[in-house]
């Protein structure tokens, strides 16, 4: 189901009753953009430590925004069933009062995003807008000093429509007139009765549904009464709720406490502290943390999955949608246990269509592929019975070791874990390119060289040396093969202690150390004659 602005108020009730049900939520979210190479920032790499990659996605994550959350709340109906509402918002961020981001735009990624029929119009003209605690914090201290203002152009033309209207009207209205403005929604509705009210000192404002506002004619006497009284529509409260849009679901999600599960969420799970909650700190443990205290039980199916591919004889795919085509194929033969998922029938679309790289399906997919793959993984490690019924918590019980850590490949890590110490795993070895004949190589070249073969990462060792890494160890017995004889480049096992140029500069220095203490004690040693 798509939703946005215009619905997101009206929906919110339910979607937060929704949420209190749930037994699990899945997620994805899509962004217009994924790494910023602006300004002189680093693309990731997989010489990279985790605290390392986490202050490069930081600085990309402060440049791009979500155009898209996708949500699916799975509710345990009864016995093995679930049902799911799948819901993919649109959103963009506030331009109320003082508030005006700076949006950019990967190419790379619009294009992606169109390829697969992402709704551009809807994203810009009817995106839900949102906030972090800094910036609420912000527009509150504005909002009681009285001096916000409309950031955006064409909320300022509406304004100065609105103020029109309301001044020809006036001059000749009687006190306690009324008139009606129209085809308002949102926070503009907000944005008009504020403006009017400070412009016009004889006036009255009370909204009427969702997008029209009346303005009443008051004496001087009536607005002070009006303005102290508990009933005003432009409490700053009610003010601050409606500018706060999607982040009131996303304090919901907060409270509610329920496993979140995504997949490859590393990513989503930046983005959600950015944009909803706090601006990312520096500290690289301090996210982790507050990742923690925000969503106790993370699930992200890339770890789970990395796991059955390994204990039963699938296809090894990684891709979301196909990961989910091999769990319902007839590789994986049902039983009387497994679960049985329903969408809504709100929803119904993506059981008739693919929607790869829509959130609201991606996230549907997500938690089937959850429920699936636990079912596998808990029928391996028990003796499950054809009658019995599996309540979620005990599919839960068969994640335990997956539960908080997310897919991670760099800094010889597999997975970040968001409750404990980061467990370093087995990597393929470091390689060494020594470069003979082709003179000033730099290490975007070797890349491209390399890159028809596989996929390295590349780093400067020396003028003609270059360490590579790579994340399959297939990749590095494949280069140490097919470049055993190339006339210019030799590729080897890195060892520390012979190609470090720290070391071979500790070696150099000792070696001369070494020797001038050998040629002092000879000197010194010498016998000496007297005349």
């Given amino acids: 189901?798509?939703?946005?602005?215009?619905?997101?108020?009206?929906?919110?009730?339910?979607?937060?009753?929704?949420?209190?049900?749930?037994?699990?939520?899945?997620?994805?979210?899509e962004f217009t953009g994924l790494h910023s190479a602006f300004p002189q920032n680093k693309r990731p790499s997989l010489f990279d430590s985790p605290a390392e990659w986490y202050l490069k996605a930081r600085r990309s994550v402060q440049r791009f925004t979500v155009s898209q959350f996708g949500l699916a709340i799975f509710s345990n109906e009864n016995s093995n069933k679930y049902v799911v509402h799948s819901y993919n918002f649109f959103l963009f961020p506030s331009t109320f009062g003082v508030t005006d981001a700076e949006l950019t735009l990967s190419a790379s990624s619009i294009q992606f995003l169109s390829h697969y029929g992402f709704d551009y119009n809807k994203f810009l003209k009817d995106g839900i807008p949102y906030m972090n605690e800094l910036q609420e914090k912000t527009l509150s201290q504005h909002l009681l000093a009285g001096s916000w203002k409309v950031c955006s152009v064409?909320?300022?033309?509406?304004?100065?429509?609105?103020?029109?209207?309301?001044?020809?009207?006036?001059?000749?209205?009687?006190?306690?007139?009324?008139?009606?403005?129209?085809?308002l929604s949102g926070i503009s509705m907000f944005e008009v009765q504020l403006v009017l009210r400070r412009a016009l000192q004889n006036v009255w404002t009370q909204p009427l549904g969702d997008s029209e506002v009346m303005v009443k004619k008051v004496?001087?006497?009536?607005?002070?009464?009006?303005?102290?009284?508990?009933?005003?529509?432009?409490?700053?409260e009610l003010i601050l709720m409606s500018a706060r849009g999607f982040t009131n679901l996303f304090q919901a999600l907060v409270k509610a406490k329920k496993p979140l599960v995504g997949h490859n969420m590393l990513m989503d799970l930046l983005h959600l502290h950015d944009k909803f909650y706090k601006p990312l700190p520096e500290s690289y443990e301090e996210f982790k943390r507050n990742i923690h205290s925000l969503f106790p039980v993370l699930i992200d199916t890339k770890t789970v999955t990395k796991s059955i591919w390994k204990k039963y004889?699938?296809?090894?795919?990684?891709?979301?949608?196909?990961?989910?085509?091999v769990l319902c194929s007839d590789l994986n033969p049902t039983d009387p246990t497994c679960p049985v998922i329903v969408l809504a029938s709100d929803c119904s679309r993506y059981a008739e269509k693919k929607s790869p790289h829509e959130a609201g399906y991606d996230a549907f997919l997500c938690g089937s592929v959850l429920l699936k793959g636990a079912h596998l993984l808990l029928g391996r490690s028990t003796s499950v019975t054809a009658e019995a019924d599996l309540s979620f918590s005990e599919y839960l019980s068969a994640l335990v070791k997956y539960l908080n850590k997310v897919h991670f490949i760099q800094g010889g890590v597999s997975?970040?874990?968001?409750?404990?110490?980061?467990?370093?795993c087995r990597r393929p070895p470091l390689l060494v390119v020594h470069v003979h004949g082709w003179r000033g190589l730099?290490?975007?070249?070797?890349?491209?060289?390399?890159?028809?073969?596989?996929?390295?990462?590349?780093?400067?060792?020396?003028?003609?040396?270059?360490?590579l890494l790579s994340s399959k160890f297939k990749y590095a017995r494949l280069a140490l093969q097919e470049y055993k004889d190339h006339p210019n480049l030799q590729i080897s096992l890195y060892h520390h202690w012979r190609h470090s140029p720290h070391v071979n500069c500790l070696l150099q220095v000792s070696s001369i150390v070494a020797l001038w203490s050998l040629l002092a004690f000879v000197l010194g040693g010498a016998p000496c004659h007297s005349v």
């Fill in 442 to 467: 730099n290490e975007r070249q070797i890349y491209q060289e390399l890159k028809a073969l596989c996929r390295f990462d590349v780093k400067l060792l020396s003028e003609n040396q270059f360490i």
């Fill in 219 to 236: 004496s001087p006497q009536h607005r002070r009464l009006l303005e102290n009284s508990s009933y005003d529509c432009c409490q700053k």
């Fill in 1 to 29: 189901m798509e939703v946005g602005a215009a619905a997101f108020e009206r929906r919110l009730p339910r979607l937060r009753g929704r949420l209190r049900r749930a037994a699990f939520l899945g997620l994805d979210m």
């Fill in 415 to 424: 997975s970040i874990n968001f409750s404990g110490v980061d467990a370093p």
């Fill in 313 to 325: 004889p699938f296809p090894r795919v990684s891709n979301l949608l196909e990961v989910y085509e």
């Fill in 154 to 183: 064409l909320d300022r033309e509406r304004m100065k429509k609105a103020i029109d209207e309301v001044t020809c009207w006036i001059a000749a209205a009687e006190e306690e007139e009324t008139m009606i403005l129209q085809d």
